[in-house]
């Protein structure tokens, strides 16, 4: 099967007002999937929701009521996903120790449970979903889960502790994820994404953002949102890519600042 033959089914993006998750979006409703847009910006969210004629739902993925109440939203008007894209992230910065003081449980706290514990129950509640809806011939697939990793999950420079923890957390839950689902026939792979131009980019200075595309090998500059959706189109299509994570950086290795 390829992806044509998912067209019509449903699928959920976390963060996907804004940045990689709005382009695997656009990019899966132009595949043909009802899409539904899971983020805590309302006013975006509808917005961009209705501009690819698909459904919002305010819902805060750490969590797991708020997930709950979102995929309930999801099954009552779309049906229950075939795929699930966990884009929802943030990058808060902060050292071990820094000016004689420990890094803030309260910012590493944050961030573990928007990036790893989010992705995490989006997955598990969306895969129990998927469970229940019957195999796509000819392999027995159900679904397809994408969890966003990063490229700091292997280079994590200065002051990405909390950041870089999250990350590693989502490279290590793909394989056992993957294998806990292959009887069920849903796979579950993960992208690991370099520099690219996201809302947090586009704030730097034009100057800045051309540096940091120049230190990406090839091509040298920052990556577009529209390749990651690219990405996350090609792993639905492929069928034996499973328990894989695919770093998407121009063959960037980070330098510890």
């Not at 994408?146 to 700091?152: G, L, Y």
């Given at each position: 099967m390829n992806l044509a033959d998912w067209a019509g089914s449903t699928a959920i993006v976390t963060g996907g007002a804004s940045g990689l998750g709005a382009a695997s979006a656009s990019a899966l409703a132009k595949a043909g999937f009802k899409v539904a847009l899971f983020?805590?910006?309302?006013?975006?969210?509808?917005?961009?929701?209705?501009?690819?004629?698909?459904?919002?739902?305010?819902?805060?993925?750490?969590?797991?009521?708020?997930?709950?109440?979102?995929?309930?939203?999801?099954?009552?008007?779309?049906?229950?996903?075939?795929?699930?894209?966990?884009?929802?992230?943030?990058?808060?910065?902060?050292?071990?120790?820094?000016?004689?003081?420990?890094?803030?449980?309260?910012?590493?706290?944050?961030?573990?449970?928007?990036?790893?514990?989010?992705?995490?129950?989006?997955?598990?509640?969306?895969?129990?979903?998927?469970?229940?809806?019957?195999?796509?011939?000819?392999?027995?697939?159900?679904?397809?889960?994408?969890?966003?990793?990063?490229?700091?999950?292997?280079?994590?420079?200065?002051?990405?502790?909390?950041?870089?923890?999250?990350?590693?957390?989502?490279?290590?839950?793909?394989?056992?994820?993957?294998?806990?689902?292959?009887?069920?026939?849903?796979?579950?792979?993960s992208i690991a994404p370099g520099l690219f131009l996201t809302p947090l980019l586009e704030s730097l200075p034009e100057d800045v953002q051309t540096s940091l595309g120049q230190q990406v090998p090839f091509p040298s500059r920052l990556g577009q949102p529209q390749e990651f959706g690219k990405l996350v189109c090609h792993i639905i299509d492929n069928p034996m890519l499973n328990g894989e994570v695919i770093r998407l950086d121009g063959a960037i290795r980070m330098a510890p600042r």
């Open positions: 983020d805590l910006n309302e006013e975006k969210g509808t917005s961009y929701a209705q501009e690819i004629d698909g459904i919002f739902c305010k819902v805060d993925v750490s969590d797991p009521a708020s997930v709950k109440a979102g995929m309930d939203k999801v099954v009552a008007e779309l049906g229950a996903p075939r795929v699930m894209i966990n884009c929802a992230g943030i990058g808060l910065a902060g050292k071990t120790v820094s000016r004689g003081e420990p890094h803030t449980f309260e910012l590493f706290d944050k961030t573990i449970r928007i990036n790893l514990i989010g992705s995490f129950n989006c997955a598990s509640q969306a895969a129990a979903l998927m469970c229940e809806l019957d195999p796509m011939e000819p392999d027995g697939a159900r679904g397809v889960i994408i969890n966003t990793a990063s490229v700091a999950a292997f280079d994590g420079q200065i002051g990405q502790i909390a950041y870089s923890a999250s990350k590693g957390g989502i490279v290590g839950m793909t394989l056992p994820m993957a294998r806990d689902l292959a009887d069920k026939g849903v796979r579950v792979c």
